[in-house]
């Protein structure tokens, strides 16, 4: 059986940690869950089960279709950042270009 794909993209901070914590707790054998993270290399807290971590930098949308190709659902931990909208916008545009 092939596992729905869900990818949670700005996993390292608070909610994304959060929200990988509980997927991985609660479905880690029944979704493939994907981390985000800018930085793989300052990501060991999430290690977890069914977890995989991926270098994904939000807004780079060309980047990102790529990244983001064969994904069911995606999750979008906006950043507090002043460009946060257009961080976002950009992650969704490359979602949707996608097929997620």
Do not use: C, W
Request: avoid cysteine; hydrophobic fraction near 45%.
């Amino acid at each position: 059986m092939v596992k729905p794909v869900v990818f949670v993209i700005g996993a390292s901070g608070n909610i994304g940690q959060a929200t990988i914590q509980a997927l991985s707790s609660k479905y880690a054998d029944k979704l493939e869950i994907r981390a985000g993270v800018r930085n793989p290399d300052k990501a060991d807290k999430l290690k977890l089960p069914g977890v995989t971590i991926v270098q994904a930098q939000m807004g780079d949308k060309d980047t990102l279709i790529n990244t983001f190709k064969g994904v069911d659902a995606l999750y979008i931990v906006t950043p507090g950042t002043e460009n946060r909208a257009a961080l976002t916008i950009h992650t969704a545009e490359a979602a949707k270009e996608a097929g997620v």
